[in-house]
């Protein structure tokens, strides 16, 4: 049984910043991208940031410059610091990785933080 578990949402007021924890346990054999996605309330979820396994990096536009994802492949944990946050960021943050186990290959995701920015 693999589980991710995020951790270090919040309410913060517009400008502040917060910084999200994902840690993947379980019987991981080995662990590819790994990202993070939000949803909005009334809208779809949708990508923020991915991190391969060898720590490439990827964002989406509206946060580029703002938001930082990174890993700790000893650990099984991917992070994403948020700076400069904006009401609009307001949403539940899901991670995401795509694991290995040694018996499949499957993407998990984890149960969602809210992270909710006051103007």
């Known amino acids: 049984q693999v589980h991710l578990v995020e951790s270090g949402g919040g309410l913060v007021q517009a400008g502040g910043s917060l910084r999200l924890s994902c840690a993947a346990s379980?019987?991981?054999?080995?662990?590819?991208?790994m990202g993070w996605y939000r949803q909005a309330p009334g809208k779809q979820r949708e990508l923020v940031a991915t991190?391969?396994?060898?720590?490439?990096?990827n964002y989406v536009d509206f946060v580029k410059g703002r938001f930082t994802i990174s890993r700790d492949n000893a650990n099984n944990t991917v992070y994403l610091q948020m700076n400069s946050l904006k009401p609009e960021d307001t949403a539940v943050y899901y991670c995401?990785?795509?694991?290995?186990?040694?018996?499949?290959?499957?993407?998990?995701w984890g149960q969602g933080t809210q992270v909710t920015v006051s103007s």
């Open positions: 379980g019987k991981i054999f080995s662990i590819n991208a």
């Open positions: 991190i391969t396994s060898e720590g490439s990096t």
């Open positions: 995401n990785a795509g694991i290995v186990t040694m018996t499949l290959r499957y993407d998990y």
